[in-house]
């Protein structure tokens, strides 16, 4: 049974820090590229950055660029996204999501499975 469970979300003041983490489960985690999406209210689910299967490739959307930052420990089978500087316009459900391919792709169709998510909240 695959399973992906992040956790970390909370409120936090405008530029301030956390980290979220992806457990994942039922599934060989070294094998596939990993990424996180957002959504927000009323809004389409959007890539936020990824990592390839290997973790030598990093991609990350135009607006997150220099504040956030992708790791994946593949002995832990654990993604993290550590942000940091946030605005309120990061305020958002935030989902892991896994691909089998090794390729980092922005279309949430593309992605095999997904966790459940956990909310951010950024306060001005």
């Known amino acids: 049974q695959v399973q992906l469970v992040e956790s970390g979300g909370g409120l936090v003041q405008a530029g301030g820090s956390l980290r979220l983490s992806c457990a994942a489960s039922?599934?060989?985690?070294?094998?596939?590229?990993l990424a996180w999406f957002r959504q927000a209210p009323g809004k389409e689910r959007e890539f936020v950055g990824g990592?390839?299967?290997?973790?030598?490739?990093?991609y990350f959307t135009e607006s997150v660029k220099g504040r956030f930052s992708i790791s994946r420990d593949n002995a832990k089978n654990t993604l993290y996204l550590q942000m940091k500087n946030l605005k309120p316009d990061d305020t958002a459900v935030y989902y892991c999501?896994?691909?089998?391919?090794?390729?980092?792709?922005?279309?949430?169709?593309?992605?095999?499975?997904w966790g459940q998510g956990t909310q951010v909240t950024v306060s001005s």
């Open positions: 999501a896994a691909r089998r391919w090794n390729e980092v792709v922005t279309s949430p169709p593309d992605y095999n499975y």
């Open positions: 039922g599934f060989i985690f070294s094998w596939y590229t």
């Open positions: 990592m390839d299967s290997s973790g030598s490739s990093t």
